[in-house]
Each structure stands twice: as C-alpha cells, then as structure tokens.
C-alpha cells in the first residue's frame, strides 16, 4: 500500500468522529420539525461510528489523547444536541440536558487528575443515551420516554458519583501507553 493509501486508511477513524461532530447541529432543527425517522439515523450512525472509530484508531495505530479527546468531545455533542432538540419539542424535561452537560463538566473538571481520561463506568454512557434518543424516536410513547430519562439519571447520576466521590477515575488500572480511551 503507498504512503498516501496508508495515511487515508489512517485517517478513516477521525473523519467518522467528525462526521459525528458535524451532524450534532443538524439534530435541534430536525426535533423542531418533528423529522425523528432522520433523528434515529443520525443517532444511528452516531452509534455505530462511536463503536467503530476507537477500534480502528487501535487497529491502524494511531490512538492518541488527542482522538480520545475527540471522540468524547464528538459523543457529547451528538448527546446533548438530541435532548436538547427532545427538550425544546417537550418529549423530555428541559433538566435531562442540564444533567447531560454537569455530568460532562464534571469528566472533564477530573480527567486530569490521574493522567487518563478512561472511565471504565462512564465509557458507555454516551452509547447508551444515544440508544435512549433513538428509543425516543422510533417509541414516543410516555413510558419509553419515562425509561430512557429514568436510564440516564441513574447512568449520568453513577458517572458523577464515580468521578467525584468514588476516586476520579474509577476502580480500574490506567490504561497502557499510547492506548487512549474515550471516558
């Protein structure tokens, strides 16, 4: 493979964390207009690019902090634009993505603190609140929307208790040298 194949192959991790980035924007505007079938495809691939990216980042070897950082930075974005886009057409309570963006401050405010930004709790959180949003698109119904807000405060509340209380960064190891991990 040429240098410049490599270094394409190379990139494919990134770009897919920054299709993410870019299509956050897109989701208050689509809850505006009642579009959620465009909703849960964006969370979809949300999804599927967040598992992915990581993956590949460590399969071509150019996982980095700066990726990992991304890649958080990415889930966020995609998170906090689709509840607030839910609040704004009051399908979920204007609190939820107030405790979406204090549990991520709170990441960010004690990432540091040990040198990793690994999170062996909060890891899967963005996942599972981009299943919560895509649940809320394909079931509107009262009591899917009660479950993925009960769903996210437990998961949202245990991220800013294992951040805070619990010791920073959780009850596992650091992560090896040049391994980074999305928290």
């Known amino acids: 493979m040429s240098l410049a194949a490599q270094r394409t192959v190379r990139a494919i991790p990134h770009a897919l964390t920054a299709l993410r980035?870019?299509?956050?924007?897109?989701?208050?505007?689509?809850?505006?207009?009642?579009?959620?079938?465009?909703i849960a495809l964006i969370l979809g691939f949300a999804l599927a690019s967040d598992i992915v990216d990581g993956f590949l980042a460590r399969r071509f070897g150019v996982a980095s902090d700066f990726g990992a950082w991304f890649d958080v930075w990415a889930d966020f974005a995609v998170v906090l634009a689709a509840f607030v886009g839910f609040a704004l057409v009051q399908a979920v309570s204007w609190w939820l993505p107030a405790l979406i963006v204090l549990s991520f401050v709170v990441f960010v405010a004690t990432a540091h603190l040990n040198g990793t930004i690994y999170d062996p709790v909060g890891r899967a959180i963005g996942a599972l609140l981009m299943i919560g949003g895509f649940s809320i698109c394909i079931a509107p119904d009262l009591l899917?929307?009660?479950?993925?807000?009960?769903?996210?405060?437990?998961?949202?509340?245990?991220?800013?208790?294992?951040?805070?209380v619990w010791g920073f960064s959780g009850a596992t190891g650091k992560r090896a040298p040049g391994r980074a991990e999305k928290g």
């Open 21 to 38: 980035i870019l299509s956050a924007p897109a989701l208050p505007l689509l809850a505006l207009q009642g579009r959620t079938t465009e």
């Open 144 to 164: 899917v929307v009660d479950a993925v807000a009960l769903t996210a405060i437990g998961a949202l509340s245990i991220t800013i208790a294992n951040r805070t």
